[in-house]
């Protein structure tokens, strides 16, 4: 939640996406996780012209208000990146992906900060759409001297 990390993050992530043709109408995940890596690529997008709405998933509906699980300007129909900061065993992006598609849009992909390696990639890939993680966790051991 760094300026810097935030200043980072977004631009990187957008440029991942593109990289892969993901072109999202929004994007968001499970909060409290995904919530500053999708506000950060929402902000991005906005600095390079190709506004990209940014969302939060909830991890249960209200009980009280709006009693949505999805808050934020999201819409059925948008075609949607679901984000993890880490994926570890993949079950926050599948919850995520799964309110997403109960709300109408479709998930064109997965984009988590850190991979960690443990089984989530593969957990994932059930959902059949690209799972981009911008840095490993064994790419992050490789720094540390």
Known sequence: MSPDG??????LALERMHALGLRPDSVGGLTLGADPVSYAIAFASALAA????A???RKEAKAHGTGRLIEGPFA???QVVVIEDVITTGGSAQRAIAAVRQAGATVIGVLAVV????GGREALAAE????????????????VP
């Open 128 to 143: 059949n759409v690209p799972i981009i993680a911008l840095v490993s966790i064994s790419e992050l051991l490789a720094l």
């Open 115 to 118: 991979d960690r390696e443990e």
């Open 76 to 78: 059925a129909g948008d």
């Open 55 to 57: 969302f939060t998933v």
């Open 50 to 53: 190709e506004p990209i709405r």
């Open 6 to 11: 935030l200043a980072t993050i977004g631009p």
